[in-house]
């Protein structure tokens, strides 16, 4: 008969090595299907108000602003004009930081 603390099953080095060596590849697996993930970011209206609540009011004080790497949002894409101009949507540094046109 088993103690209760046994089962019928013995853990063994190899299965155990097996299971750290299957959780190691899902991991890493998982990692890498995240990395390929498109990065997605916020509409332009909500990402522009974002931005505007900055008080930036050029592209200089943004990248200024970028380097510093405080309270950046992974929402809102660093290069701005790149992203929401191949979206058809980018309408200048000036109504992304302040919202006039």
Do not use: C, I, N
């Not at 103690?3 to 090595?17: K, Y």
């Not at 890493?28 to 990065?39: E, I, K, N, T, Y």
């Amino acid at each position: 008969m088993l103690a209760a603390d046994e089962s019928d099953e013995a853990v063994t080095p190899s299965t155990t090595t097996d299971w750290r060596v299957e959780r190691a590849r899902l991991t890493r697996q998982h990692s890498q299907a995240v990395l390929r993930r498109p990065r997605r970011f916020l509409p332009y209206s909500a990402a522009s108000e974002w931005a505007q609540q900055l008080g930036l009011s050029t592209r200089e004080e943004w990248d200024d602003w970028l380097e510093l790497g405080e309270g950046w949002s992974s929402y809102v894409p660093r290069d701005p004009e790149s992203h929401y101009t191949k979206l058809g949507q980018w309408l200048g540094w000036r109504a992304w930081l302040t919202g006039e046109a």
